[in-house]
């Protein structure tokens, strides 16, 4: 048998660089296939790092927001107050409380006229960061009885020992609450011995039935 020297040399020479050229395709889709492996696992890395640093940033910038809640607490108390003591027809025979929770803040105490409960309460429903108020004041009753009462009982305590300077001001530190009879008194003074004092003042006013005494011997602020 004749073999081809020639063309048996081709065939080899012809698979040999198909072998070459195959192993250069498969060494460039590897090095694609690394990059592309080495991206996505930069990428995680950056989202995890990202991730951390946001987590980091949260749980610091948690007290400073604790803080801010605190003080616009405070400041809406603050203007809860100013709003009721500066209410025009709150006096010395009107008592207001209030109690803020969040954005409800609940009123509470006596008034003599039914349109300083409404005022109160539209006040107080116009401070920012306020959504919601619970009105229960209570009006006190129409009485020519109890508006005796009232009067004898402040000429009677403001007149005793040193007492008249707690009738000073638009706000008096002292107020006196008459209803059906019965009084209280509520307010801040400076000492047990002035509590004592408004209490056997009150005490004494004929036709009283009853005094409750809430003072608070205290310096502080006062409603």
């Keep these: 048998?004749?073999?081809?020297?020639?063309l048996i040399g081709g065939r080899e020479k012809l698979e040999a660089a198909t072998?070459?050229?195959s192993c250069k395709v498969r060494f460039r889709v590897n090095r694609r296939l690394d990059?592309?492996?080495?991206?996505?696992?930069?990428?995680?890395?950056?989202?995890?790092?990202?991730?951390?640093?946001?987590?980091?940033?949260?749980a610091v910038s948690a007290p400073a927001k604790s803080d801010e809640q605190a003080l616009s607490l405070q400041q809406v108390m603050k203007r809860v107050r100013k709003e009721l003591v500066t209410l025009p027809f709150y006096g010395v025979f009107d008592n207001l409380d209030y109690k803020v929770e969040g954005s409800i803040v609940t009123l509470y105490g006596q008034v003599v006229r039914p349109t300083t409960r409404?005022?109160?309460?539209?006040?107080?429903?116009?401070?920012?960061?306020?959504?919601?108020?619970?009105?229960?004041?209570?009006?006190?009753?129409?009485?020519?009885f109890d508006d005796s009462i009232r009067l004898r009982t402040y000429r009677t305590l403001f007149r005793a020992g040193g007492l008249h300077r707690y009738a000073r001001g638009a706000n008096p530190s002292i107020h006196i609450i008459v209803n059906r009879g019965h009084v209280t008194l509520e307010g801040v003074v400076a000492n047990k011995m002035d509590k004592q004092l408004a209490y056997m003042a009150a005490s004494s006013v004929s036709d009283v039935f009853s005094v409750t005494n809430n003072l608070r011997p205290e310096r502080g602020e006062r409603y």
Aim: hydrophobic share 45%; with cysteine; glycine share 2%.
């Design 1 to 6: 048998m004749i073999f081809d020297c020639d």
């Design 19 to 21: 072998v070459h050229q």
């Design 35 to 58: 990059r592309a492996n080495m991206r996505t696992i930069k990428n995680k890395i950056v989202a995890l790092a990202t991730m951390l640093a946001l987590m980091t940033s949260a």
């Design 118 to 144: 409404k005022d109160a309460e539209r006040r107080v429903s116009r401070i920012p960061g306020v959504e919601r108020v619970v009105n229960n004041i209570e009006v006190l009753p129409l009485s020519s």
